[in-house]
């Protein structure tokens, strides 16, 4: 393209109006400085949300990206600048990226890489003008044009200030190493003072909050599972501790910006966990689970002004230079890492010592904190080891032996508790081979039930709401002694998911946090086996057990916490799933999908969004297949059908709420199945495909897309999902909902078709250097083939044959069969 | 000093430090940098063009880039040594408003007599204009736009939207005794005057 139609293009309102071509074109115009400096200022002009939206793409951009140009950085520290959110939202990235650099610390794109990160906390921990006085390095081009800018300053004054700061940014480009004499006058000393504003205590208390949830899952992994449940309430219950505090759940339940001003953000306080509604989601070698948070809406932000943050601050100002214990600190022996406040200067490089200390890093030396007898007994699991990328080593496991503050001594004696007899049975586990196996499972045995009795003492006499056993997240839990029925239908013998330790299993977490795989209820009420608890009903039952639940602005968020699983690619699919989503709404198209929002804090941790009021197929039918058996109404135990869930769930066919659930469900499935086409979603047996309340698909678990699948079979080789059950709830190929499911793919099609280009950018984008799975084959084959399904060449008209034939293709496709027997035999997915 | 040694020289530093606002360790590191970007030792034409011309993507900054860089070269000797660079950052970095007012002047009078016509005035403002895109598409446009401010990334005001309605606003602002030249004085009163132009003047105060 030439500069002037560039130049045109990029004035004109079609790329004014959507940040994804700023986005796209920072890639492709990389080696150009002045380009990338006036996309740059395009991005500007665009909401915090759209640039949200866009933070790992140009957070990728900087890495991935090795050329002259300063302002794409300038862009990402200005908007943490401004936005505490943005500040934590790139530092979580960063992190990301700084465990995917480590091994090779001198390449370029590393040292931006910690060039960022450090400059984030500093803009955070530091002088909030830091950054902006920062010198301008010995780069002579820049700085010579720098200084023809002033001489042209009397002709024309805004020359400056137009050209000034691309010219000022590039002057400040660093240096290589090997260019600096020496240290002293280099990093100029700012920041003398460790600023305690609330947005600094705001990223200090939101970066360990989340570090201790994730702490907590990395923690039960060598918990065996009878005990999980009881030792994840007695860590949270001394989390729970320390609410309401200055934390929320970004991306998740994100922050209301009052005016659109990412400065001025309101954010949804979380003021209580209740440990009892809190699950472990017993699957494979990682320990998810699922937590229950209490918010008070739009309940802090950062005014200066406020008196409730007039008051945070003095409070904040008074505990300075105390030796203040760290907000949700569960490991006594991080407690007694913390140093003195020591005054923060640009100089240091922070990245193996976040925040010098603030953000819970154990210095080099700190090991000696550890008692000796913790040092002995604690197992080290691989597990353990990466939790977070800058220090491998920094939390361990402790037993704390030590005196409590008197306040939390009930809590951290549990707590403290469960720990030593986690620690037991891992010894157990460790050296049991040398002793008789009854011997071992007897002990074993003991040592779970004393944790299960105390937590259940404990959760009952502190009046913490329920008792356990009464609820309904248990069930999971009990889920392993729950009976297995065998039924003749030709496909008997498989396993049980609830207690496998499967992949299938792995991938259900959503049901056992929404109670879809709860085994007890089955029998006594069938209909309440359906959808679990009603996310409603159990919303209305925890507000009334609250003490906040009388406010008005109190809500309840439900995540789920994950450790050991990189989610960098389930939070990429679920991005572009939004492209998808937005591209439809701004067509018009008729179709539904869920945005599933996925917070990356980590390069093996984050948090899930659950489907609150969704239950995988595999769940629905065989909940609905066992009560059948149960009930006496299925004498030759066949499995039952989404039809029958359909009926069940909406009442008999023909009614306006039977018609409203298909018509719910052949908009989604619409949606899904162009999607599954497009992104070539895999792994989509019915553990990963739910059904909502209203009759929605909702797919989860997106670990396998684009280029790779299970095993990389090719197993699923119909385009989409479409089975016959699918079918039959449209009431066949000839029925009008199948006409209409029809209609509607073509329509999604076309409408993605229009905007193919917004989908490839991002996944090109993506894509290069990239450590997702997803381009394992690499970017380039994985770009033409997504290309290739848009089906380029072909007419308008000929597109709705295409689909057609899409469909066609999928109905009842052999492949699917094979893969639901597949999943069926292996995993027990129903 | 266009030679290739690593480092300066004892008498080069003080000489340099007598000439500049720099320390000797400022000095050597500033040396260090031109070294490393300019390996020969010398800031030749065709780099500064090309400089000029990866900042301004959208326009044609050669002319400008010509006067600028005749302003730089001291000697006339046709390149930029070390010397030249570090004086001209020296003044627009670190020196007064009146060091850089003296130096500014030398870009107006291209002709070198003392004073500035107003056909200097217009020569480099329509350069400055033409390097930002601001006449693009009066130029090459052919006709096509009705109007000729279209596709500029700058937006001017009315009053200085083509390089002769700026000029006669300088003028009118600066020529007090309105013979159509601006002297030093001149041009360093009117300056003074105007604020925009002593804050542009500022840019990078302290950055260096």
Redesign the interface.
Known sequence: MS??L???FI?SDHFNNDPSLSVAYLSRYAD????H??LCTKLRQFAYEEIEFFLPQLCHLLISVDNESMALEEFIIDLCEESVNGALLTFWLFQTYLHDLSSNPLSPAFTTCRRIYNKVQRIVFGASDAPR?E??????????????????????????????P???A??RRP?PAE????DA?EAQKVGVQRSHTTGANYFRSETQFLTALEDISNRLVIVPKPARLSALRAELALIAQDLPAEVDIPVICPAVLEDGSAARSKHHRIVRINPAEATSLNSAERVPYLLMLEVLREDFDFDPDSDTNQDLLSKLMSEKGAQKRRLFDITEASREEIQAQTPVDTGPDSVFEPANGDLGSSQLGANTAISSRTAMSTPRTSDMDNSRSNSPSRRKLTINSKSSLADQSDVSALATHMRTAAQMLAQLETSGAKRPKPEVAAIKAKIIASMQTLEEQSFLAGGEGPGFDSLIGNASALAATAEEEEFEDGMDGAPDPGSSSGAGAARMENDQATGGVMRRGDRDDPSAATFGEEWNVKKERIRRSSPYGWMKNWDLVSVIVKTGADLRQEAFACQLIQVCSKVWEAAGTDVWIKNMRILVTGESSGLIETITNGVSLHSLKRSLTLASIAAGTNPRKRIASLKDHFLRAFGEEGTEAYDRGVDAFVRSLAAYSMVSYILQLKDRHNGNILIDNAGHVVHIDFGFMLSNSPGNMGFEAAPFKLTHEYVEVMGGTGGAAFDQFKQLCKEAFLALRKESERIVTLVELMGKESKMPCFAVGVASVVAQLRARFVPGLSREEVDGFVDELVQKSVGSYYTRLYDTFQYRTQGIY | MGNKQSKLSQQELAELQKATHFDK??L???Y???L???PSGM?TKE??QK??K?????GDPSS?ADY?FN??DADKSGT?DFKE?IC??S???RGKMED??D??FQ??DIDGDGKISYDE?LA??EA??KM??YL?AVE?DGGADSSPK?????K?PEDEDTPEK?VKK?FRMMDKDENGSLDMAE?KEG?KR?E??V???S??D???
């Open positions: 500069w002037n560039l130049e045109r004035e150009h400085v002045g380009i400096y006036v006085r010198r301008i390095k010995e780069n002579v081009l820049p700085v010579t044009l720098l200084s023809s800018l002033v001489l042209a300053a009397v002709a024309t004054p805004w020359l400056p200030a137009h050209a000034g691309l010219a000022v590039q002057s240096r260019d600096v004499i020496s006058g | 360790k400022e050597q590191q500033w260090k940098g031109f490393k970007d300019c800031l780099e500064f400089i000029y990866q900042f301004f993507p959208f400008f600028v302003v730089f930029i660079f001209a950052l003044v627009t970095s850089k007012l130096w500014a870009l107006y005035m480099i403002v400055i204009y930002v895109g693009n090459g279209v596709g500029s990334m700058v001017l700026r300088i041009f300056s105007d925009t132009i804050s542009a003047l840019l990078y302290g950055l260096v």
